[in-house]
T-cell receptor
Framework: GENVEQHPSTLSVQEGDSAVIKCTYSDSASNYFPWYKQELGKRPQLIIDIRSNVGEKKDQRIAVTLNKTAKHFSLHITETQPEDSAVYFC??????????????FGRGTQLTVWP | DTEVTQTPKHLVMGMTNKKSLKCEQH?????MYWYKQKAKKPPELMFV???????INESVPSRFSPECPNSSLLNLHLHALQPEDSALYLC???????????????FGPGTRLTVT
């Protein structure tokens, strides 16, 4: 099955700085890569996703890049704010056959943004 | 409406109790999921229903029994649980249109379960 590695496990940045979280995947059939933000005690919230036919996607301060050849994708947050503090999970999915779009999650990154 | 709802928010049960968790979505999604999440860990997939049929069971113990009464509802029946089953139980849904790739999964707020 798919194996998703996520780094770093913790990340501390000063408010206004950028944050980058990286993930690698093993299954070349994976074609959908979402990122979830989970604040303490709350549900995972989809913040951005990218499909394998696109190399980069941006939504305001958040961007995701995908390198299919190297099988890695990254989340970039610019101008970080204290409310960006949360656990971020990357995931990968092949969305076909018996896998039925199941998500394979990375282990998560605890991002802390200091005022 | 892009919301998945779950009840109850919190549940405390003894090891001999029987209880049920409920999940509902009105987005017309045809795939629904149960996940278990321990603190500071990613969600772990338990079950997937596609078009009201159980499609994936991730070797979950039989003390967890899923049910999908219709396309909008998903239940998880609990019986004779162990303290290590204490966790956040999350429901999710996605469109799962035939012939398309993976699509966005939206999570409910979860049920915080404590087994005593």
């Amino acid at each position: 099955g798919e194996n998703v590695e996520q780094h770093p496990s913790t990340l501390s940045v000063q408010e206004g700085d950028s944050a980058v979280i990286k993930c690698t995947y093993s299954d070349s059939a994976s074609n959908y890569f979402p990122w979830y933000k989970q604040e303490l005690g709350k549900r995972p919230q989809l913040i951005i996703d990218i499909r394998s036919n696109v190399g980069e996607k941006k939504d305001q301060r958040i961007a995701v890049t995908l390198n299919k050849t190297a099988k890695h994708f990254s989340l970039h947050i610019t101008e970080t704010q204290p409310e960006d503090s949360a656990v971020y999970f990357c995931a990968a999915s092949a969305g076909r056959g018996s896998t039925l779009g199941r998500l394979y999650f990375g282990r998560g990154t605890q991002l802390t943004v200091w005022p | 409406d892009t919301e998945v709802t779950q009840t109850p928010k919190h549940l405390v049960m003894g090891m001999t109790n029987k209880k049920s968790l409920k999940c509902e979505q009105h987005m017309g999604h045809r795939a629904m999921y149960w996940y278990k999440q321990k603190a500071k860990k990613p969600p772990e997939l338990m079950f997937v229903y596609s078009y009201e049929k159980l499609s994936i069971n991730e070797s979950v113990p039989s003390r967890f029994s899923p049910e999908c009464p219709n396309s909008s509802l998903l239940n998880l029946h609990l019986h004779a649980l162990q303290p290590e089953d204490s966790a956040l139980y999350l429901c999710a849904s996605s469109q799962n249109l035939p012939g398309t790739g993976a699509d966005e999964q939206y999570f409910g707020p979860g049920t915080r379960l404590t087994v005593t």
